[in-house]
């Protein structure tokens, strides 16, 4: 018999392997269990961001209490003893001093592999040691902060590089006590923070981050020195995110964002703007603009007016006035056809007049466009035709909303756009979703026209060996107009079965 020689990879390659599975955390889990080296290699892949994908609104309070029972088997024996004379005994693991439960060693420095941090992350493990029941108990709070201040203390000690963090309100010092002169900071390439905090938390910190990559200030309402300090510090900062519930105006930390310009390439302003209109013009690198205001702070838009951006690669402009469309049509007209994504969201919706010129501008200056909105009148159809053939092998996904004319009581025939789209783009296996919105009229034989000439230009086979189609790309689609009756749905949801749609929502 031949004889075979098992081959075992070395863990340099295998980490490389891995490494390109780190969204892969069920891959990675089921990878635990093969040998001790797949295990050795694993565990800081996903100990690097454990909270990843549990940072949203849904909570899962089975991984919240498996993730605390972990860290508090690391946490250091004074940790333990002050939990004990605070009466703090999690049931999910007893540190009674009379308890017949011993601590175990853990297999792995779970902690000293984390590189990602935030208070978020702190505040959803404090219920699961404390118990879910908030308390008007005045214990109840200062135990949790308490817990709060000992499990930042675990991470600060214990971390080595870490590369985000939301700061908490605990003086540097405090950190730099923990950990070789706060080092764990030095590596920091992404900061989320508030113009509340101190100060000289600020100054402090910009002794050690010289690096930083991306600030998010999530409350952004007043200056703050320490905070303008750091920014100014910085030697290459790309990307700057600034909430600012209040819209109070912030000048010098606009300032500071203005010397940023050479590096900056991503700017997201949410609520309201907080910095001076004449930084922006100074910031000409930007790739990418997010504006997503509310309602009553519109007319700040208009700060957009002087501004150039020819690098620019993505416009996301949420909640504004459709009267500023003229605007956007300007700023898409300087750019140097880098426009990859274009997704403004309006109400009301554009004047009629401005329509027109904001097609030209994507026929003549957008040949790169994947997704784009575009506001579709009774004139539109020849201008959809000239873009489609100008970026139609590049388009993934196109979002039309329907206007009236003025005098006009006639819902858009979007059966004209069907027949266009399957023209020019089907079958270019791009195409990933089409969203429709506001008064079209169509009936149900157009819809299943419509389909089956997707799936005529899509078809790959006729089907594989479970019987079903295989088409190129799936198309989603968007349907959220008022004449969406039974049959139609039917017919979609025929299209999703076969393989045609991947999806559809109204």
């Given at each position: 018999m031949r004889e075979i020689i098992g081959v075992r990879?070395?863990?340099d390659c295998l980490r490389e392997i891995f490494e390109n599975l780190a969204d892969d955390k069920k891959s990675l889990r089921t990878f635990l269990l093969v040998n001790r080296l797949w295990c050795e290699t694993v565990v800081p892949i996903l100990w690097r961001d454990p909270f990843k994908f549990k940072r949203s609104y849904s909570f899962d309070s089975e991984f919240w209490m498996t993730i605390t029972r972990t860290l508090l088997s690391c946490l250091p024996e004074e940790s333990i003893i002050l939990f004990r004379h605070n009466g703090i005994n999690?049931?999910?693991l007893s540190l009674k001093e009379n308890s017949d439960y011993e601590r175990k060693t853990t297999l792995f420095d779970y902690v000293g592999y984390c590189q990602n941090i935030s208070c978020q992350d702190i505040y959803e493990m404090i219920p699961q040691i404390l118990g879910q029941e908030i308390s008007n108990d005045l214990s109840w709070y200062y135990n949790s902060s308490l817990i709060e201040?000992?499990?930042?203390?675990l991470f600060m000690s214990k971390c080595s590089t870490l590369k985000y963090i939301e700061l908490p309100n605990i003086p540097i010092d405090y950190y730099n006590s923990l950990n070789n002169k706060g080092l764990c900071l030095t590596h920091l390439v992404e900061l989320e923070c508030s113009t509340s905090k101190s100060s000289q938390l600020f100054l402090d910190l910009a002794q050690i981050c010289v690096d930083i990559k991306k600030i998010i200030i999530n409350l952004c309402d007043?200056?703050?020195e320490g905070l303008v300090t750091l920014i100014s510090m910085q030697k290459c900062l790309k990307e700057i995110v600034l909430v600012s519930p209040e819209g109070n105006q912030c000048p010098l930390i606009g300032e500071a964002i203005g010397t940023q310009y050479p590096s900056l390439t991503s700017i997201r302003l949410?609520?309201?703007i907080c910095i001076p209109t004449t930084i922006l013009t100074k910031l000409i690198n930007l790739k990418h603009i997010q504006i997503d205001l509310e309602e009553e702070t519109n007319s700040k838009l208009e700060v957009l007016d002087n501004c150039s951006f020819p690098l620019l690669e993505s416009l996301e402009i949420r909640n504004v006035n459709g009267k500023y469309l003229d605007i956007y049509t300007k700023l898409?007209?300087?750019?140097n056809g880098y426009l990859k994504c274009i997704e403004?969201?309006?109400?009301p919706l554009p004047s009629l007049n401005h329509i027109k010129p904001y097609w030209q501008a994507l026929i003549k200056h957008c040949p790169q466009l994947e997704f784009v909105t575009v506001w579709y009148k009774d004139d539109s159809l020849n201008d959809l035709k000239n873009l489609l053939t100008t970026c139609g092998n590049k388009i993934r996904g196109i979002f039309f909303e329907a206007v009236l004319g003025q005098f006009s009581w006639r819902h858009l025939d979007l059966k004209y756009v069907f027949n266009l789209l399957v023209e020019l783009i089907g079958g270019n296996g791009i195409i990933e979703e089409l969203h429709f919105r506001g008064t079209w009229t169509f009936n149900s034989k157009d819809l299943r026209n419509f389909l089956n000439d997707w799936e005529k230009k899509n078809l790959i086979k006729r089907r594989n060996d479970k019987g079903q189609k295989s088409i190129k790309n799936p198309l989603y689609i968007s349907l959220k107009v008022d004449i969406l009756n039974k049959e139609m749905i039917n017919i979609l949801e025929e299209f999703v079965d076969n393989g045609v749609l991947?999806?559809?929502s109204r």
């Open positions: 990879l070395p863990a999690p049931s999910i201040n000992e499990l930042w203390k007043d200056d703050n949410e609520e309201n898409i007209k300087s750019t403004i969201d309006t109400l991947k999806g559809w």
